[in-house]
Structures are given as structure tokens and as C-alpha cells.
């Protein structure tokens, strides 16, 4: 089965810093792997997606990276602010046509403190 | 920008009870899903569908049923509730072409007494 790993459930940092989260996935490498935020008591909402053949993207202080060698992306927020505390999901597609499903990790909670 | 609705922010029902969950989304998307989310067990995805009266069981379907009868709402039906139901409910769309971007609504929080 295809997998994605949040390897930290949280994640504390200083206003100003850079956080930085990983999600590493199993198997074959998905065709594009998306971000997520999630605020408590909200429903997920979609940041940034990353192609398999783009190595970075960027938008605004985000910006994700997709390492195929290492099977994993790394999603980064600069200039971290304390509106930036979240749970953030990892997810990738599913596999062959017609798949329509994203398989989620669980998620990394980030407080950014002032 | 796309809207998904859900019937009910929050909800409380007895064990037993048949509870219907209702979500619509207004653009024209394909595809739609009901997940549960609980603490430490992340998303998991109970039934999408990706067509009118279609319907495929997702990770956990067992007590559960779902409803499609028009393209723009889906229905999660608990047949009866039972305590270990109380979780919060998330209903997602997409459009139903790769990447498959899911958008959310803001999800039932359910608890069953």
C-alpha cells in the first residue's frame, strides 16, 4: 500500500524562524504530492501541490520541495508568524487511472510562538 | 471559489439512532468524499463517489452507508449510532481530473450518548 509519513506531530518554533516539516512517502513515487492546512475544528485546506518533475515551488512564504531519491518533500513557511500554528497534512494521489483518492498523513501540528 | 457545505456543524444523537450526514458542493465536481478525522488516527476515508448513484467503500465503510442522488450532494448515512461514531466528519469534493485537489467543508463534529 502506498504510505505517507509526518514523522513530527508537532513542531515548535520562534516567530521569525523557518519551520520546516517532512512528509517521506513508501513505494513509488507519486505524480504530484499536495499540502494542506488545517485549523482546529476546520476542514483541511489545500496550500501548494508539487509535481513529480518539479524539484521546489514556491508561494508567498511557503515553499515545498519533492526529493524522488529520498522520497520525501519538505515543506518550508520563512518569516514564521504566530497566524501560521496549524496542523499541516501531507497527501499523495493514488495509483493507475481512475484513482481518484488521496492518501493523508496524519498530519504535523506547528506553533510558532511569539 | 468552491464551496462545500455541510448540514450540521455540530450534532448530538442517542446509540441506536439512524443519523443522516448531508454535504453539497456548488462546483460541479465529480468526485466526493466523507472521511472521519480522529485525534492520533489522522484522515480516514469511509466512501467517495465519483459519479451520480456510484459509490466505492473507502478505508472504513463498516456502519456506515452513503447516498448519491444528484451530482451535487452526497449523504453519509450511520444506520445506527453507535458511541464509537462520535468523531468529526469531513466531506470533500474534487474535480475529478489529476491532481485531484480535494476541498473540504468545515465538517460535523458528531457525539453519540
Known amino acids: 500500500s502506498q504510505k505517507i509519513e509526518q514523522n513530527s506531530e508537532a513542531l515548535n518554533i520562534q516567530e521569525g524562524k523557518t519551520a520546516t516539516l517532512t512528509c517521506n512517502y513508501t513505494?513509488?513515487?507519486?505524480?504530484?504530492l499536495q499540502w494542506y492546512r488545517q485549523d482546529p475544528g476546520r476542514g483541511p485546506v489545500f496550500l501548494l501541490l508539487?509535481?513529480?518533475?518539479?524539484k521546489e515551488k514556491r508561494k508567498e512564504r511557503l515553499k515545498v520541495t519533492f526529493d524522488t531519491t529520498l522520497k520525501q518533500s519538505l515543506f518550508h513557511i520563512t518569516a514564521s508568524q504566530p497566524a501560521d500554528s496549524a496542523t499541516y497534512l501531507c497527501?499523495?494521489?493514488?495509483?493507475?487511472?481512475?484513482?481518484?483518492?488521496?492518501?493523508f498523513g496524519k498530519g504535523t501540528k506547528l506553533s510558532v510562538i511569539p | 471559489d468552491v464551496k462545500v457545505t455541510q448540514s450540521s456543524r455540530y450534532l448530538v444523537k442517542r446509540t441506536g439512532e439512524k443519523v443522516f450526514l448531508e454535504c453539497v458542493q456548488d462546483?460541479?465536481?465529480?468526485?466526493m468524499f466523507w472521511y472521519r478525522q480522529d485525534p492520533g488516527l489522522g484522515l480516514r476515508l469511509i466512501y467517495f463517489?465519483?459519479?451520480?448513484?456510484?459509490?466505492e467503500k473507502g478505508d472504513i465503510p463498516e456502519g456506515y452507508s452513503v447516498s448519491r442522488e444528484k451530482k451535487e450532494r452526497f449523504s453519509l448515512i450511520l444506520e445506527s449510532a453507535s458511541t464509537n461514531q462520535t468523531s468529526m466528519y469531513l466531506c470533500?469534493?474534487?474535480?475529478?481530473?489529476?491532481?485531484?485537489?480535494?476541498?473540504f467543508g468545515p465538517g460535523t463534529r458528531l457525539l453519540v450518548l
Open positions: 462546483m460541479d465536481h465529480e468526485n
Open positions: 470533500a469534493s474534487s474535480l475529478g481530473v489529476p491532481p485531484e485537489t480535494q476541498y
Open positions: 513505494n513509488y513515487s507519486p505524480a504530484y
Open positions: 497527501a499523495r494521489g493514488g495509483s493507475g487511472a481512475g484513482s481518484y483518492q488521496l492518501t
Open positions: 508539487i509535481r513529480e518533475n518539479e
Open positions: 463517489s465519483y459519479d451520480v448513484k456510484m459509490k
